[in-house]
């Protein structure tokens, strides 16, 4: 299983990022797939996920601002992310849910001024 997260950096708050992530190894196309994060001291948690048939559920403190997608042909799933706060500043990984403990190496995404 490979899992290849892209799209972090530096960004003002309120503003907006596109993740990527690419993936391999397994059934994507019939997989549940999520974007989790991990902030500094805090443990990784499920922000958004999304089925193979593309309907999508999210974290109540991300619903309204972030856009989970996928393209079953090219096994990919992005993250849109809007209207930024600093409490969104984490390691963004993508894997499966549940993730049977396979772990890209994630994309830093720093919200601050």
């Known amino acids: 299983v490979q899992l290849q997260a892209s799209g972090g950096g530096l960004v003002q708050p309120g503003g907006s990022l596109r993740l990527s992530c690419a993936a391999s190894g397994f059934g994507f196309s019939v997989s549940l797939m999520g974007w989790y994060r991990q902030a500094p001291g805090k443990q990784r948690e499920l922000v958004a996920q999304?089925?193979?048939?593309?309907?999508?559920v999210y974290a109540d403190s991300v619903s309204g601002r972030f856009t989970i997608s996928r393209d079953n042909t090219k096994n990919t799933v992005t993250l849109q992310m809007n209207s930024l706060k600093p409490e969104d500043t984490a390691v963004y990984y993508c894997?499966?849910?549940?993730?049977?403990?396979?772990w890209g190496q994630g994309t830093l995404v720093t919200v601050s001024s």
């Open positions: 999304i089925t193979s048939g593309g309907l999508a």
């Open positions: 894997s499966r849910v549940p993730p049977y403990n396979s």
